[in-house]
């Protein structure tokens, strides 16, 4: 689901799980899309959600990211924590576990 300024506190109050914040023709966030999509699979409750950080810079700006690819992990209505690169699957599990 990609979200815009509208939709994102929303989606924040409403979803536990993972929004990415990226740009369309960064091959970090390509990856990281990938690596999502293998997170997903392997927990299938997750919530996913995307941020186009060159069409929605508001969002970012409201969210205190300043480079993509980032992941924020949602939990219980709030931003529980924020990680930026690329990381493998295992490692994404890891991070929204602790969060």
């Known amino acids: 689901m990609n979200l815009d300024s509208a939709a994102f506190k929303d ?10 914040f990226h740009k369309k023709l960064c091959p970090h966030c390509k990856v990281m899309r990938t690596v999502l999509t293998k ?6 409750d997750i ?10 810079p ?13 992941l924020c992990a949602v939990k219980g209505g709030q ?5 930026t690169g690329v990381f493998n ?10 969060a």
Request: glycine share 6%.
């Open 47 to 56: 919530a996913l959600a995307a941020v186009d950080s060159e069409e929605q």
């Open 11 to 20: 989606w924040i109050a409403s979803h536990e799980g993972l929004v990415i």
């Open 39 to 44: 997170v997903k699979a392997q927990m299938p």
């Open 79 to 83: 931003v529980r924590g924020r990680q």
């Open 58 to 70: 508001e969002i970012m700006k409201m969210a205190g990211v300043e480079h993509v690819p980032t």
């Open 89 to 98: 699957p295992r490692e994404t599990m890891a991070f929204y576990s602790k």
